[in-house]
């Protein structure tokens, strides 16, 4: 759960910076991937590693992203709700639904960010302050070339040792993508001063712009594709 006082968050706050710091990496390339098209077009990607909030605002801000939604994968409908999920038992994991122009951004690199900035993909069923299996890392793939290129990517990070520790996320195949309620979107955004969102998620974001400047999107160009 993140609703935390102010004297919790910031004693967390020293481990949570160093954990945001053993995280963040400026990764390779996919060695396999997919081809920019030839024209304008949207793709679908779900992915999961701890608070919906942050993955949010990091894959906002990715040039070549239409919109994101905080949801909800991997378990039933009946229970895509965020009280049921917040308990860790019914199979959920804290998602985000990104759509992006394949014209303009990869799934590869989209991957690269994930696991670059958006979250430490060595942590099993957490990520900083946050624990249990709604916060664990988990790709969703759309489709067989998804799949492929997220397996391939994983074994190449392994391969390089780009992270202290093995990767641990998991992949299966997206069933369905639950929204989430609507005071949990765009939460990084409309509450930048909140402690939580100061200590945990804006270094994702000022790390995806020092470390990829050439995929980051500024926040006037978040804000207009939303508009």
């Known amino acids: 759960m993140r609703t935390r006082s102010l004297a919790t968050l910031f004693t967390l706050a020293a481990l949570t910076a160093c954990s945001a710091t053993a995280s963040t990496a400026n990764l390779p390339d996919p060695t396999y991937d997919t081809a920019k098209t030839a024209t ?4 679908t990607a779900v992915l999961a590693g701890g608070c919906f909030w942050g993955l949010q605002s990091v894959f906002e801000h990715v040039h070549g992203v239409k919109q994101v939604w905080a949801g909800y994968s991997g378990g039933a409908a009946s229970t895509a ?13 804290e998602s985000v639904k990104v759509e992006f122009d394949p014209s303009v951004v990869s799934y590869g690199q989209l991957l690269k960010v994930y ?6 993909p060595t942590e099993l069923n957490r990520q900083g302050p946050d624990t249990g299996t709604q916060y664990r890392s988990e790709i969703f793939f759309t489709n067989p070339q998804q799949q492929k290129i997220a397996q391939s990517y994983i074994a190449q990070l392994n391969a390089a040792k780009v992270f202290n520790g093995s990767i641990v996320t998991q992949l299966q195949p997206l069933n369905a993508f639950y929204e989430a309620e609507s005071y ?3 939460y990084a955004r409309t509450h930048p001063d909140e402690p939580y969102i100061v200590i945990n998620d804006a270094p994702k974001v000022a790390a995806l712009k020092q470390l990829y400047p050439s995929l980051y999107q500024p926040e006037e160009a978040v804000v207009d594709v939303k508009l």
């Open 40 to 43: 304008h077009a949207t793709e």
């Open 115 to 120: 696991f670059g900035v958006a979250h430490d």
């Open 184 to 186: 949990h979107q765009d």
């Open 81 to 93: 709700h965020y009280d049921d999920v917040s308990d860790g038992n019914t199979g959920h994991a």
